[in-house]
């Protein structure tokens, strides 16, 4: 079993920034797949960025250039840094592990863009 702690949700201005982060822990073995998905309310959760076991990031083009992805290997910790934050922003930012038998995903943590 793996346990996914996300962090850094809240509330921002527009035009604010956020640094989200995912912990890890458990049984994990190797350096796994990590990434960020969002859910709007009456949308599909969708891709926000993720990182693959070899460090090659992907993020959706509606935040590039304004996110960036991270992961601490040793901590098995991913991060999510926002910037230029905008309302179509706003959703809950859910964190997924994927290990070559099983995916994880997070609780899930509110971000909230708005004046």
């Known amino acids: 079993q793996v346990q996914l702690v996300e962090s850094g949700g809240g509330l921002v201005q527009p035009g604010g920034s956020l640094r989200l982060s995912c912990a890890a822990s458990g049984s994990i073995f190797g350096i796994p797949a990590m990434g960020w998905y969002r859910q709007a309310p009456g949308n599909q959760r969708e891709l926000v960025a993720d990182?693959?076991?070899?460090?090659?990031?992907n993020y959706a083009d509606s935040v590039k250039g304004r996110f960036t992805i991270s992961r601490d290997t040793a901590k098995n910790t991913v991060y999510l840094q926002m910037n230029s934050l905008k309302p179509e922003d706003t959703a809950v930012y859910y964190c997924?592990?994927?290990?070559?038998?099983?995916?994880?995903w997070g609780p899930g943590t509110q971000v909230t863009v708005s004046s």
């Open positions: 997924k592990f994927a290990s070559s038998v099983r995916v994880y």
């Open positions: 990182i693959t076991s070899g460090g090659r990031k």
